[in-house]
């Protein structure tokens, strides 16, 4: 009962920066984390940032603390991306988990590369 949908991706060169938006839709108080994933090609889906909504409180992958940071508007959801890495090159995803049917839900994706 959620919807997903992702914005923001695009083509940047190392050391540039990139938001990524993430607009939530339908039974948006349910839900009780959202965070971004990403999959690089050949590679599996890992977890970038995480947000959970009732405390505001932050989780980051190793490989990208203090450069992205995770924030939340209402039903958007950002990952501010400063500092980028070619490694950072990959599909990112948009997730989102509701609280009483354990129920998880993605968004489409959208692509981010960035150059040497």
């Known amino acids: 009962q959620v919807r997903l949908v992702e914005s923001g991706g695009g083509l940047v060169q190392a050391g540039g920066s990139l938001r990524l938006s993430c607009v939530a839709s339908?039974?948006?108080?349910?839900?009780?984390?959202m965070g971004w994933y990403r999959q690089a090609p050949g590679k599996q889906r890992e977890l970038v940032a995480t947000?959970?909504?009732?405390?505001?409180s932050t989780n980051y992958a190793d490989s990208v603390q203090d450069r992205f940071t995770i924030s939340r508007d209402n039903a958007k959801v950002y990952l501010q991306m400063n500092s980028l890495k070619p490694e950072d090159t990959a599909v990112y995803y948009c997730?989102?988990?509701?609280?009483?049917?354990?129920?998880?839900?993605w968004g489409q994706g959208t692509q981010v590369t960035v150059s040497s």
């Open positions: 339908g039974n948006i108080f349910s839900i009780y984390v």
């Open positions: 947000y959970t909504v009732s405390g505001g």
């Open positions: 997730n989102a988990n509701t609280r009483y049917t354990r129920s998880e839900y």
